[in-house]
């Protein structure tokens, strides 16, 4: 079966320092991964998608960027957090390929609060 | 670009139906979703709809789709305190590549 790991599951961090969220897919190959956040008032907004190893699109232009290093791996970093950065962090994927059968596969959320 | 608009709070009391509304833009998306989030966790997909359809019924859950006025809704019956969560409704991108969500229905269930 397939399942999903973020980590961490939270992090306090001061303005200005770096940052690494982190996130795996097991049980599957070739997955289409997702960054969404979640800030308070302002629902889920997608940040990166990613179809393939080194292919990262970009939904919204922000101090924050993401790689995929490997198949199942999927990285959100920044060298400088602000303070609008803190916010809810989900991971997710589906399947690849264009099989789109609408099911978007969640991890548990990382909660960065910045400070 | 594509927006997905859902009122913010749902209060109900425990047994009654709960409906929750959705509006979305882009009439090109092949299926609609609904998402659960229940407190500090991820979303897991409810139920979803293909446009094709007026109607899906699961159980508890109903979901109408309104083409026309591209108006979605979920209907919880027999609502219970385990239903308690924020519900998502979600549209697929232009593109096709990704989901776009709404702000999200907090539903709060009251015995």
């Known amino acids: 079966s397939q399942t999903i790991h973020q980590w961490p599951a939270t992090l306090v961090q001061p303005v200005g320092s770096p940052l690494s969220l982190e996130c795996t897919v097991e049980g599957t190959s070739n997955p289409n991964l997702y960054w969404y956040r979640q800030a308070a008032g302002r629902g889920l907004q997608l940040l990166f998608y990613?179809?393939?190893?080194?292919?990262i699109s970009s939904e919204v232009p922000q101090n924050l960027s993401a790689s995929r290093p490997q198949d199942r791996q999927f990285i959100l970093s920044s060298k400088k957090l602000l303070l609008s950065d803190s916010g809810f962090y989900l991971c997710?994927?589906?399947?690849?390929?264009?099989?789109?059968?609408?099911?978007?596969?969640f991890g548990e959320g990382s909660r960065l609060t910045v400070l | 670009g594509e927006d997905v608009e859902q009122s913010l709070f749902l209060s109900v009391r425990e047994g009654d139906s709960s409906v929750i509304n959705c509006t979305y833009t882009d009439s090109s998306s092949t299926y609609l979703y609904w998402y659960k989030q229940e407190p500090g966790a991820g979303l897991q997909l409810l139920t979803y709809i293909f446009s094709n359809m007026d109607m899906k019924q699961d159980q508890r859950l109903t979901v109408l789709l309104n083409k026309k006025d591209k108006h979605l809704s979920l209907r919880i019956a027999d609502t219970q305190t385990g239903d308690s969560a924020i519900y998502f409704c979600?549209?697929?991108?232009?593109?096709?590549?990704?989901?776009?969500f709404g702000k999200g229905t907090t539903l709060s269930v009251s015995s």
């Open positions: 979600a549209e697929s991108n232009q593109a096709g590549t990704a989901l776009i």
């Open positions: 990613s179809v393939g190893i080194g292919q």
């Open positions: 997710a994927w589906d399947r690849g390929g264009g099989n789109r059968g609408g099911e978007l596969f």
